[in-house]
Nanobody
Framework: QVHLAESGGGLVQPGGSLRLSCAASGSIFSFNAMGWYRQAPEKEREFVAQITRDGSIQYADFPKGRFTISRDNAKSTVFLQMNSLKPEDTAVYYC?????????????WGQGTQVTVSS
């Protein structure tokens, strides 16, 4: 049973920083890729960043230069360091794991963690 658990969300002022964590059950290397998505109220869930099993990293355009994805293999944890936060970054942030099952990629999701950027 795959389980992803996010933590680290909260309320922060504009310009502030937060670090989100996603702890995976089992080794994160069982996943082909792990990453972060977010969903703001009344908006579609959108891609934020991803790190693949071989260490390749991709970002959406909006967080480039502000967000950094990383991982701790020993702790089976993926992080999202978010700096220079803006009110428009307010959303529920979801951890995502992609796993090839031999036929297709399955998506696994955490429960989400709320990030609110407000003065």
């Amino acid at each position: 049973q795959v389980h992803l658990a996010e933590s680290g969300g909260g309320l922060v002022q504009p310009g502030g920083s937060l670090r989100l964590s996603c702890a995976a059950s089992g080794s994160i290397f069982s996943f082909n890729a792990m990453g972060w998505y977010r969903q703001a109220p009344e908006k579609e869930r959108e891609f934020v960043a991803q790190i693949t099993r071989d260490g390749s990293i991709q970002y959406a355009d909006f967080p480039k230069g502000r967000f950094t994805i990383s991982r701790d293999n020993a702790k089976s944890t993926v992080f999202l360091q978010m700096n220079s936060l803006k009110p428009e970054d307010t959303a529920v942030y979801y951890c995502n794991g992609k796993l090839w099952n031999g036929v297709r990629i399955d998506d696994y999701w955490g429960q989400g963690t709320q990030v609110t950027v407000s003065s």
